[in-house]
């Protein structure tokens, strides 16, 4: 193994799709070219074409999820990590990591089995973002990062010291444009703006909810839903239309910077989503002082605390209603003030740096001694 530890951040999606892992490593990697850590080196290995300035990256080339020979594939996903691990393992030979931190479970579980078949010696550090528990963990080399508290009573019979309790953190590569924001505005005619942001489908994020509460309200409204396309949009799209919505509804997909303007632009938030693994487009909205409509859910509750408007959202009328309630109560100055700075205080890059570094020193073996990380609870 080389005397300076390497640990590759795996993400098989980034460079194809921009989804919530995929801007987590973007964004962590981001923050460790910047501010690097001195005994450590980082290599990012993706699925796509994806470079940054200052981080080491590698394309590893596999049969992506959207590949037309997948595309009618209900494990399209699942092929896309078998395809990933092969094209992996001779670089993984050469490079000889201390440590390997990814987010699928599959190919988490590939790589906990090539270990042992040729006695490799690196650590593997699952994310339970991807909502999946290592049922393969050694623990005397393995660790688990979660970013909420949701999974941590399915895995009290692993070692809490091989567990980090740390949330997200929010990318703050946010541009904003005072003429872009106008437009939006603009193309809104007046009418008050509600958006939401993720992928455009009708199972994960259940956008044909949204739009069917909009639908209920008598009070126009502007409704923005932002995010990648999916095998669901098209029928979106045709929900909106044989509603006759087409003036008020606008889908399309945004480079993560520009969104800053988009938040800016709008007057209520709204997810539908029945889980997220961490809701970070409900912390951005929160961070730009919006009110934050989403269903009561652990994560959801763990992140966002009392600073949400929860609901059940059991039909379109009772999300109507909720919407219609925040759109008649503009938030002030201090409320929205009060939202930004919950967000910077506990998602900001500059808050969890400290305990991101811990824990990357002890993944690649340089902390003398490892504590207990999962004692340390978001604030």
């Not at 932002?226 to 909106?240: H, I, K, M």
């Not at 632009?265 to 989403?294: Q, T």
Request: proline letters at 5%; glycine letters at 6%.
């Amino acid at each position: 193994m080389p005397s300076t530890p390497t640990i590759l951040f795996l993400c098989t999606g980034l460079g194809r799709i921009n989804r919530g892992f995929e801007q987590y490593i973007a964004g962590l990697a981001q923050q460790l070219s910047q501010q690097p850590l001195p005994h450590i080196r980082f290599e990012v290995w993706t699925g796509g074409a994806w470079t940054m300035k200052g981080v080491k990256s590698r394309h590893i080339a596999n049969l992506h999820r959207k590949h037309r020979l997948l595309r009618n594939s209900a494990h399209a996903f699942l092929w896309e990590q078998r395809s990933f691990f092969a094209g992996m393992i001779p670089a993984l030979l050469r490079t000889q990591p201390a440590a390997i931190y990814l987010g699928e479970y599959q190919l988490y579980c590939y790589l906990y089995k090539l270990r042992a078949a040729l006695g490799l010696s690196y650590s593997l550090v699952l994310y339970t973002g991807g909502q999946a528990i290592p049922g393969l963990f050694d623990p005397g080399r393995d660790f688990i990062h979660h970013v909420t508290d949701a999974y941590l009573p399915q895995c009290q019979h692993l070692p809490a010291n091989r567990q980090w309790l740390l949330p997200h953190f929010m990318n703050q590569d946010f541009v904003y444009d005072d003429a872009s924001i106008a437009a939006i505005k603009q193309q809104a005619e007046g009418k008050k703006i509600l958006l939401s942001v993720g992928l455009l489908d009708t199972a994960t994020k259940q956008m044909d909810l949204l739009i069917a509460a909009v639908q209920q309200l008598k009070e126009p409204v502007y409704l923005i839903l932002l995010g990648e396309e999916s095998a669901d949009t098209n029928t979106l799209r045709q929900q909106v239309a044989a509603a006759n919505m087409n003036h008020r509804v606008l889908m399309q997909q945004v480079p993560h910077p520009q969104l800053g303007n988009w938040y800016k632009a709008a007057d209520v938030f709204v997810l539908c989503s029945p889980k997220e693994s961490f809701g970070l487009a409900m912390v951005e909205a929160m961070y730009h002082g919006l009110p934050v409509i989403c269903r009561p859910f652990t994560e959801s509750k763990y992140v966002l605390q009392n600073q949400a408007c929860f609901n059940e959202m059991h039909s379109a009328e009772a999300l109507a209603e909720a919407i219609l309630q925040q759109l008649d109560n503009s938030p002030t100055a201090a409320e929205k003030a009060q939202r930004s700075n919950f967000v910077q205080q506990r998602y900001s890059w500059s808050s969890l740096a400290p305990q991101f570094r811990q824990m990357l020193e002890t993944i690649a073996g340089n902390s003398k001694s490892i504590t207990a990380p999962c004692q340390s609870r978001n604030r």
